[in-house]
């Protein structure tokens, strides 16, 4: 669950921030700088994650391991966590360096990138955190202390909860630099909301994850429910706003003929996210209606899991066109 989050905010910040799409024209040179940074983001973004499968992997083979070859897999792991740890540190170091691009009168599609920038710093920290945390937890496994184990087993298994509601919090924050009746605000909010359901989800299912038995009519199903329900109606108000305001802004005129051509050939993808935010309340009503229903998620997680790295994976792919797009042109 954990890798997950990232992914899809970065990709949907990927494809609101590409500056050519922006009605003001920045120069040659800046565009580049902007360009180079959404790209640098995105690179850290994936090593940072990549660091983190490492340590799952190794920890999935501990597990696993047979008692003659434990010993070999918590060494394999206490390396593994050491060093990710470095890598994610240097990441973040680099992050910190990245010198701002924006201006306090360029569009906000070239504003969010130094937005981008912060953002891929505070998750590359929650990422650090986690491993600090992990590997707190696995020393005080080898020597049996179960006091440090249980204070940081509840940080690793929050962690997907955490980093879902940090992710609608910063797409609100990135929501806040368009007008409210645009697109790009719209579809960020709605994502948000997206977010805000997952949280919800993430948080209950880790009981379930963890085997713990959970009444029918237990407080936190009905909270959870609560919570589906307003990320449910949040992005059913908001599909239909972000394709009212999609279908405006491409009859507004824009005098550069450059930027007319990149915005004919970006709107139809931009409504595919549309599409996909119609199949991420899908997932939404899909738990709401197993809790509702039958008051429970055993045995449904994994698929529940599927569909959320699937939606995340078509945001992935639509922000990669937008951004081929405004690289190399119509």
Do not use: W
């Amino acid at each position: 669950m954990i890798r997950l989050i990232a992914a899809g905010l970065c990709a949907l910040m990927v494809a609101l921030a590409a500056p050519a799409t922006a009605q003001t024209v920045v120069s040659a040179e800046r565009r580049e700088t902007t360009l180079n940074t959404i790209q640098t983001v995105q690179q850290a973004d994936q090593r940072v994650m990549a660091a983190l499968d490492r340590v799952i992997q190794d920890i999935v083979r501990l597990n696993e391991a047979p008692e003659s070859q434990f010993g070999d897999a918590f060494d394999a792991l206490s390396s593994t966590l050491a060093d990710a740890r470095s890598e994610v540190r240097g990441i973040i170091a680099d992050l910190t360096s990245i010198p701002t691009t924006s201006r306090l009168d360029d569009p906000a599609d070239v504003q969010l990138v130094d937005h981008m920038v912060l953002m891929s710093i505070e998750q590359a920290t929650k990422v650090d955190r986690m491993l600090s945390d992990m590997e707190t937890y696995y020393a005080a496994l080898l020597v049996g202390d179960e006091a440090k184990m249980k204070a940081t087993q509840a940080s690793i298994n929050s962690a997907p909860v955490v980093m879902s509601e940090s992710t609608a919090q910063r797409l609100r924050s990135a929501g806040a630099l368009y007008p409210t009746s645009s697109y790009d605000h719209t579809i960020v909010t709605g994502t948000a909301c997206f977010y805000d359901g997952i949280a919800a989800y993430y948080r209950v299912s880790m009981a379930y994850d963890m085997g713990r038995p959970i009444p029918v009519r237990a407080q936190e199903i009905d909270q959870t429910i609560a919570d589906l329900s307003a990320a449910i109606a949040c992005m059913e108000a908001s599909l239909p706003r972000a394709r009212f305001s999609m279908a405006a802004e491409s009859q507004l005129y824009i005098p550069d003929p450059r930027l007319r051509r990149l915005r004919e050939a970006v709107t139809p993808i931009r409504d595919d996210f549309l599409v996909n935010m119609d199949a991420g309340m899908g997932i939404l009503i899909s738990i709401h209606g197993f809790l509702t229903e039958e008051r429970g998620l055993d045995g449904r997680t994994s698929a529940i899991d599927e569909r959320v790295a699937a939606y995340e994976g078509v945001n992935a792919d639509i922000a990669g066109r937008i951004f081929r797009l405004n690289q190399t042109g119509p």
